[in-house]
């Protein structure tokens, strides 16, 4: 059960495993793109390559769902970013379990969006963590975890292709794990939960009195989505790459600072930041002087 571009590794690595895959659940198609034409989900597109049955229902609880699950009569569910919670009643049809992917440290950010805000809280390190599944949102029993640390410069979508592939690996070992019978279910501390909602477009939005390190994070974090973005008076200014200055400034957040032609440097709450890469009312993103020489920025306007 998987339906983005993160799910495909591990349906990948478990048909060259040699595992019995009886089928595939995904998401249904939806509308996408300007012409909103109707898209198969990722894993739908590798399931058909593959040649599995796959299933695509709008919700998991129907009768009918359920039924057509328990005819299969599986041993495993493996769940990796499926986008439906799973109600007991489905859990309960595997013969073994259903084993979840989750690309976080758990307890740590439970829920829909863990790598994106793992990036905007700063943390050095994240990894994936394999876990038998129970009724709550994340909160069943841990089996294996892997740890990695998360680059300087790494992107949210840098870190989702890393943690894709380490999963995939993750899951292998967990079900060799499960065949011999070295796996050990380990209870999550609950006290130590921290949850990771899915992001809203409003979340992209930068907050110029936040300290310079913080709003680099955020920038790394939303993209490629929602995005960072700021506002020159009625302009939309999207933000895809900037760095961190440690620099005194005395004038409020959100100030562009004077600085040398084809820079452009921003007051923070605390120090300052250089934007190296933008897009604006053109639509195309560009590095930050080819930006400025179709668009001015004089020095002390104020953004946002």
């Not at 034409?37 to 229902?57: E, N, S």
């Not at 769940?79 to 690309?103: C, D, K, M, T």
């Not at 943390?123 to 892997?146: A, N």
Request: glycine share 10%; charged share 25%; aromatic share 6%.
């Amino acid at each position: 059960m998987g339906t983005p571009d993160f799910s495909v590794p591990p349906l990948r690595t478990l048909h060259d495993s040699g595992h019995e895959v009886l089928a595939v659940v995904t998401q249904p198609d939806r509308p996408k793109g300007r012409g909103r034409k109707l898209t198969p989900p990722p894993v739908k597109r590798a399931a058909m390559r593959y040649g599995y049955p796959i299933f695509q229902p709008e919700k998991v609880q129907t009768k009918v769902f359920c039924r057509q699950m328990t005819q299969l009569a599986p041993d495993l569910f493996i769940v990796v970013a499926f986008g439906q919670i799973l109600p007991q009643r489905l859990l309960n049809i595997p013969g073994i379990g259903s084993i979840n992917v989750h690309a976080s440290l758990l307890p740590r950010y439970r829920g829909a969006a863990p790598i994106q805000w793992a990036i905007i809280n700063g943390d050095r390190e994240t990894g994936i963590t394999t876990m038998m599944m129970d009724k709550g949102m994340d909160t069943g029993d841990t089996l294996l975890m892997e740890k990695t640390k998360i680059g300087p410069d790494e992107t949210t979508a840098d870190l989702h292709n890393r943690l894709s592939g380490i999963g995939a690996r993750l899951l292998m070992r967990t079900l060799e794990k499960l065949q011999d019978g070295s796996l050990v279910r380990t209870p999550q501390d609950h006290r130590q939960a921290t949850h990771a909602p899915m992001l809203k477009k409003k979340d992209g939005k930068i907050d110029w009195s936040m300290p310079a390190e913080r709003i680099e994070c955020l920038i790394r974090g939303v993209t490629p989505w929602p995005g960072a973005y700021t506002f020159s008076n009625d302009m939309r200014l999207k933000i895809f790459k900037a760095s961190t200055l440690e620099r005194e400034v005395s004038v409020p957040p959100g100030t562009i600072l004077e600085c040398f032609p084809g820079e452009l440097r921003v007051a923070t709450g605390k120090s300052a930041i250089a934007i190296q890469e933008i897009q604006g009312g053109s639509g195309k993103r560009l590095p930050i002087d080819d930006f400025l020489c179709g668009c001015r920025l004089p020095d002390g306007t104020c953004l946002g």
